[in-house]
């Protein structure tokens, strides 16, 4: 009779409390009588109750960012793997060799989806793009946290500072020494700064692995400042060197396109612009002598406004090639001065390729190679015009 | 006289039973567990643990600390010199061995028997592998302080100090995190002169605290002041050198009774 019971009844069911909807069992455990067993048989009955957070009174959402244990994405990642094969086999080709790019074709062509929001198409990705990194527990099983200034709060940005300023004693003290010796001297070698900045609170966050404020990522740099004070300073240059970026050269942005030659050994060069609408396509040629082609029409034809032909030749007078080159270009869109500015961009980027780098950098310096982000800004609802109101009434 | 003091300072870390290898239990002050018992499991050699932690309560210096400091040492650290008399404590008074051309001088031999108690209960608390976290708002020391606690093993907090880091633990650390078990402050001032929040926290959390009072501190809410002088160089790494050579005799003291008891319980 209490064998019976006890195979019978041992029912156990997992209690959870899902997202807003909480439902949970009710394990009513009732005891078989006139049992004489070595462990007490449990007879349990299960009632499916529904609930709500609000009756429950849980805040939801000031628990935090749902946080993900290693063994929850341990589990993930081996479910990719095993659904990366499937999938594979499903389209037919090698699970050993399927890539992510292949797994994207594969979802896009098993799940075509219209939606405009690319965020909400289904996707399947490795766990460890899906699941936000979360910070492994920072202590051990006795409690102790592993770092030294875990209870200050910010473990890795006042480690950083300790380091650093251990670095300004270790050269005060080596100066020091230097002083006793009599070896002191203030022209030593100094660490050089030009063509590098100083990083900027993200890429700081970056390495710390922690969110810092402004206030110290400004203080981090003025230690480090501090330290570049210090004559000696030299001695912790790889050290400095690791917190500065270099910065980018603007000139080298510029994209060069190669000479190219004609049937007659003549060289030539293309180039394109664009000003408000306007597009034009420029053909420099070498050894001519100043003639100018506006869509097969002459420019002193095309454009009768002086302005507009200062515009076109502006390029030339600025690298003294008045009379070297011929030019021939096509342009439609636009207004008058619109087409003049596009031609005189075309012209620009043509002649890169004919010009030293210096005379690069000083054409971008003079604004020539910059196109011109000016449109006609739209007119808003309400006003007359873009900026133009209504008329005012006071009554 | 010791153990009567431990058992009203940390009732809960006298009581149970510390983490012995083989025997996995959390005998640590546990946020928003402040009155609740932490389990108990019966070690494998329960005699030979009980010893361990009964042994150093039987005598009032187990640890010898007596002979790391002397009067002499602590007057050439320049500890007796205090503030102007202007910036008088009223509570200090009664540490106050006199003043000299307006300013106070702290009794060295009152500072003799506090320091004694103070180390004392500090290699107590490290014997019995609890968390000290070292306290000091003195910029000029920072780094010394932060360097001596990664020496021996403990931790520091020279820093700004953020609201809730005791009070409101769990959302500044994560769930479940251990705070410390012994706060010592190398200065209970802050750096507007104030006295640092940590002591009025420390007090608010049950977390008994040993501190250096300087004559324009207030002794009150601290388990263990100790008058002395809190700015001078000197003086606080005489204070460092003493509270890195308690800690460490502690833990090495530690290893070697269980080691001893370890073998003891083996052999019967």
Known sequence: MSKMAASSGRVLLKSFVQGCCGCYSVILPSIARNVILQKPAVTVLARLVCTSSTLQRKNIAAAGPEKYTQEFIKKQIEEFNIGKRHLANMMGEDPETFTQEGIDRAIAYLFPSGLFEKRARPVMKHPDEIFPKQRAVQWGEDGRPFHFLFYTGKQSYYSLMHDTFGKFLDIYKYQYGMRAEGLFSQDTKQVNLIGSRWMIKEELEEILVQPISDHDCLRFIQLLERILALPYCSIEEEYIQRFRRALEVQSKKQKIEPLQYDENEVAFSIGEGRRKTATATATVRDNGSGNITVNGVDYLLYFPVLQDREQLMFPFQFLDRLGKHDMECKVTGGGRSAQAGAIRLATARALLSFITENEVESMRQAGLLTPDPRVKERQKPGQEGARRKFTWNKR | ?268
Request: net charge positive; hydrophobic share 40%; proline share 4%.
């Open chain 2, 1 to 268: 006289m010791a153990v009567g003091l431990l058992k009203k300072a940390l009732p809960r870390l006298g009581l149970a039973v510390p983490a012995w290898p083989g025997v996995r239990c959390m005998t640590s002050r546990l946020y928003g567990t402040a009155a609740a018992q932490t389990q108990i499991h019966q070690p494998d050699n329960s005699v030979g643990s009980d010893k361990i932690l009964t042994e150093p309560l039987k005598h009032p210096d187990f640890f010898r600390l007596s002979e790391l400091f002397s009067l002499k040492d602590l007057f050439d650290a320049r500890v007796h010199l205090g503030h102007k008399i202007g910036c008088r404590h009223r509570l200090m008074e009664q540490y106050l061995f006199g003043c000299r051309l307006e300013q106070d001088i702290l009794d060295l031999d009152q500072t003799m028997e506090h320091l004694q108690q103070a180390l004392n209960f500090t290699a107590h608390v490290a014997y019995r592998r609890g968390i000290i976290l070292f306290v000091s708002r003195n910029r000029q020391f920072t780094h010394l302080i932060e360097s001596m606690a990664r020496d021996c093993g403990e931790y520091a907090h020279c820093r700004y100090w953020q609201g809730g880091l005791l009070t409101n633990a769990n959302v500044q650390y994560g769930k479940g995190v251990r705070l410390p078990d012994l706060i010592v402050f190398l200065s209970t001032l802050n750096n507007v002169f104030q006295q640092h929040v940590a002591v009025r926290d420390a007090a608010k959390m049950n977390i008994p605290t040993v501190g250096i009072v300087d004559s324009n501190c207030n002794p009150s809410l601290l388990t263990y002041p100790v008058p002395g002088n809190d700015d001078s160089g000197p003086a606080v790494e005489l204070y460092c050198k003493l509270f890195r050579m308690t800690i460490n005799r502690a833990k090495d003291k530690r290893k070697q009774m269980e080691i001893l008891y370890g073998l003891k319980s083996q052999n019967d």
